[in-house]
């Protein structure tokens, strides 16, 4: 990677044409990705063009080959499914089928091609690409078309963007289509525990995945289900009655219901089916347990896409046209791909290779080898879940000498309560005694400490805010009051869980240090705030349940205006100094502009801004959406942006205005949240046991150093403790936000799929990586996003 600033505006499309397909089984987030090529290609200057019903289009040519236009996209961002439409073709199988595709490209001189789908589709793309020079010799051969044209589009580039909602394809963390499907099968879950409470059931819920369990694991993580069936891991011999013990033991615990997930494609270790009517005729013969089954079906394809997935189509959406701008007739056709929350660029038939290598584990029975082939992601969600899954008992796990507080500080979050539940287990299975804290650093000082059981915590991952009740308090203060409740209830460890209230008081108890000895033990940070505003994660729990908040109000709102037309909205979001959720929510909503106090502006900018939408009224597209970060700025405040967008827009458009305030902290937790809260927290008290090990000696622990308090934060790619004293130097204390915020480089995506002329600095991408092939090894709970 190149250390000088490398920009797009050195990339031009002009003479070129760029066509996009939809292929295989339709996933939400495709319309983004197919919005965002034809936006950026037209921005670049290229020809864009639609090839309606995927490769069946290519094939037929005449109207399936349409050119785009920018408002041929305008209102799609939020449609799931594809509006160019996608088919299986069988045609496009046979050479003759290619032959004719070849044809109808070359007649539009189209020599870019930028494929949404799944492993099948791409690895057609990727045959087609191989036999292009032969397909053009055949074509000059029967005289459909002259040498010229043959030579002037000599060379095929392709780019494919993953459009699968069971996330089976190799290479990338997560596919186009997984989050919003996990979003539609959690709404079930959430539905359906409500009514199994009531009347003690158990539920047997069948979710998609053929040859893939991610769809059944992570959900399976994300609502504590008590059992799960995958095909990368078949149950062992004698599983019918370990689950029935299961179930029975979670009920003699007073649980009211049992959730099991199963994956279409579950097989048992003989590679014989396992259906969910099996596992309901299991436990209804074995148990006598009232037991339904609910098979989720299509409605998991269907829906509005979730913010996530609509930032990720628009991110690889844009890539793509980048990665064919670049591409030099020796480039490898490639996937955009993202991995933590880089977007990243892989040869397409080294992810092919590996996703059919991990179907082949499957088939000679080498499961473990198959887990690792999916990746670490699959990898650590499994070892998750297997760690918080099994009760443990105090018989089982008798108490280690050590006891860990958890609390949680700040604002509430969704998220948390996951975070608490992942926790709390894992410390009881790794020996601990754990003790709960109510309200903060205001109930620590009370004294409001109590321990907390493996059961106390089921059934939390789903609820919203936080349980153990949470406050701004911070514990300077009381700082007295607080050692003395440490010194009472002998603890030997500190989480918190929360925001920049959490980080401020992790700083201050490590000061405390000196006068107070109960404060030298190991202390985590787990970051959890709507504001995304910690410095040393890049993510916070509870951002993304708010950004799914954001996103789902304004399209409400850009609906109210389909039948006004020639309307504005100014909206005003949460996140204190931090504009993460007014830029990547603008991101995710198709928003004109978002104000931020993180980029300054002035008067000129409001009238640009104004006079942009007035030229867009002139449009078919007659609406507008401007967000407002709460603090941007003291002077322009929303009802000044509010009042100088209605004089500005007289007889043009009117104005409306929303401030949408605490339900951006409210709701249920997005399946996002609760499976980041359940992974952090997890590995935090792995963390916890191995420095109060480190620590321990003649009879006490004593931690007074540095590395002893730490933030455990997402960096990029891997998740990472860092000393809090160490990330002062980053913090601006004043404005509550880091020095430096890696979404920042999103902003300019969003000005240029608003139509904004602006610079966009490239220097992250552009590089072609290999995919790593893992080695066996012995994993701890390492997570990847």
Same mark, same amino acid.
């Given at each position: 990677m190149s250390n000088t600033r490398k920009l797009f505006e050195n990339l031009s499309g002009a003479g070129k044409s760029i066509a996009v397909l939809t292929s295989g089984g339709d996933a939400q987030g495709m319309n983004g990705a197919v919005r965002a090529v034809v936006r950026m290609g037209i921005y670049v200057g290229a020809k864009v063009y639609f090839i309606h019903e995927g490769y069946q289009g290519m094939v037929d040519g005449g109207d399936n080959i349409k050119e785009a236009n920018w408002e041929s996209v305008s209102s799609m961002l939020q449609v799931g499914g594809t509006v160019i439409g996608s088919a299986r073709c069988s045609d496009f199988r046979a050479r003759e089928g290619r032959v004719r595709a070849a044809f109808h490209l070359v007649s539009r001189g189209i020599t870019n091609l930028c494929v949404i789908g799944g492993d099948g589709s791409l690895t057609?793309?990727?045959?087609?690409? +191989? +036999?292009?020079?032969?397909?053009?010799?055949?074509?000059?051969? =029967?005289?459909? #078309? /002259?040498?010229?044209?043959? /030579?002037?589009? =000599?060379?095929? @580039? &392709?780019?494919? *963007?993953?459009?699968? #909602?069971?996330? /089976?394809? $190799?290479?990338? /963390?997560?596919? &186009?289509?997984?989050?919003?499907?996990? @979003?539609? &099968? *959690?709404?079930?879950?959430?539905? &359906? *525990?409500?009514?199994?409470?009531?009347?003690?059931?158990?539920?047997?819920? +069948?979710?998609?995945?053929? @040859? $893939?369990?991610?769809?059944?694991?992570?959900?399976?993580l994300a609502c504590g289900a008590d059992w799960v069936f995958i095909p990368e891991m078949p149950p062992k011999d004698g599983w019918e009655e370990q689950m029935c013990q299961r179930l029975s033991e979670n009920r003699a615990d007073k649980k009211r219901l049992n959730i099991i997930i199963v994956a279409e494609g579950a097989i048992d270790s003989s590679n014989k089916p396992i259906s969910a009517e099996y596992v309901k005729d299991l436990v209804v013969n074995r148990l006598g347990y009232d037991t339904r089954v609910t098979i989720l079906g299509h409605v998991q394809r269907g829906g509005t896409p979730s913010a996530f997935d609509r930032i990720l189509a628009s991110r690889m959406g844009v890539e793509a046209v980048l990665a064919l701008l670049e591409a030099s007739p020796g480039t490898p056709a490639c996937v955009v791909s993202l991995c933590g929350n880089q977007a990243v660029r892989l040869p397409l038939m080294e992810c092919v290779q590996m996703t059919q290598d991990v179907q082949k584990a499957m088939d000679e029975k080498r499961f473990d080898d198959a887990v690792r082939l999916r990746g670490r992601s699959f990898e650590n969600n499994l070892n998750t879940y297997k760690l918080l899954s099994h009760r443990k008992t105090d018989t089982e796990v008798p108490h280690g000498p050590f006891t860990v507080a958890v609390l949680n500080v700040g604002a509430p979050a969704a998220g948390m309560n996951a975070a608490v539940r992942s926790a709390v287990r894992v410390g009881i299975t790794e020996g601990h005694r754990m003790m709960a804290v109510q309200d903060g650093f205001e109930g620590f000082a009370k004294g409001q400490i109590k321990e907390i059981k493996w059961g106390d915590v089921g059934g939390w991952t789903g609820q919203g805010g936080s349980l153990l009740g949470t406050k701004r308090t911070l514990p300077a203060k009381h700082i007295d009051k607080i050692a003395e409740q440490m010194r009472i209830h002998r603890i030997n460890a500190l989480l918190v869980i929360g925001g920049f209230e959490a980080y401020l008081g992790l700083q201050e108890l490590l000061a405390a240090r000196d006068s107070y000895d109960p404060f030298c033990v190991p202390m985590v940070m787990v970051p959890s705030t709507v504001s995304n505003n910690i410095p040393g994660s890049d993510l916070c729990i509870g951002a993304d349940t708010a950004l799914n908040a954001i996103t789902g109000t304004c399209d409400r709102i850009k609906q109210s205006a389909s039948g006004t037309k020639r309307r504005v909205f100014i909206i005003e979001t949460m996140g204190g100094y931090c504009g993460y959720l007014a830029s990547v929510g603008g991101l995710a909503a198709g928003a004109d502009a978002a104000y931020i106090y993180e980029e300054p502006f002035d008067i000129r900018d409001l009238q640009i801004n104004v006079e942009h939408l007035r030229e867009k009224m002139k449009t078919s597209i007659q609406r507008g959406l401007v967000l407002r970060n709460e603090s941007c700025n003291e002077n322009y405040t929303t009802d000044f942006i509010y009042q100088l967008y209605s004089e500005e827009g007289k007889g043009v458009f009117d104005c409306r205005k929303n401030v949408l305030g605490h339900m951006q902290q409210g709701g249920a937790p997005s399946p996002f949240d609760r499976n980041f809260g359940t992974k952090i927290a997890a590995k935090a008290m792995q963390w916890i046991s191995r420095r109060l090990k480190d620590f321990y000696q003649e009879g006490r622990v004593f931690a007074n150093t540095e590395d002893s308090a730490c933030l455990l934060g997402m960096r990029r790619r891997a998740l990472v403790f860092q000393p809090v004293t160490q990330l002062k130097e980053e913090t601006d204390f004043v404005h509550r936000i880091p020095k430096e915020q890696w979404w920042l480089k999103l902003r300019p995506l969003m000005k240029i799929l608003a139509k904004y002329r602006t610079s966009y600095d490239i220097s992250d991408s552009g590089q072609l990586e290999h995919v790593t092939r893992p080695r066996a090894r012995d994993i701890e709970i390492a997570i990847t996003i």
């Open positions: 057609g793309a990727n045959l087609f690409r +191989e +036999e292009w020079s032969s397909l053009l010799q055949e074509l000059v051969q =029967s005289g459909r #078309i /002259d040498q010229h044209s043959a /030579d002037s589009n =000599s060379v095929l @580039h &392709i780019v494919g *963007m993953v459009g699968s #909602i069971d996330n /089976d394809f $190799c290479g990338t /963390d997560m596919t &186009i289509g997984t989050d919003s499907a996990l @979003h539609r &099968i *959690m709404e079930v879950v959430d539905a &359906i *525990m409500t009514t199994a409470q009531s009347h003690q059931r158990t539920f047997v819920l +069948e979710v998609m995945g053929r @040859h $893939c369990g991610y769809l059944a694991l992570v959900s399976a």
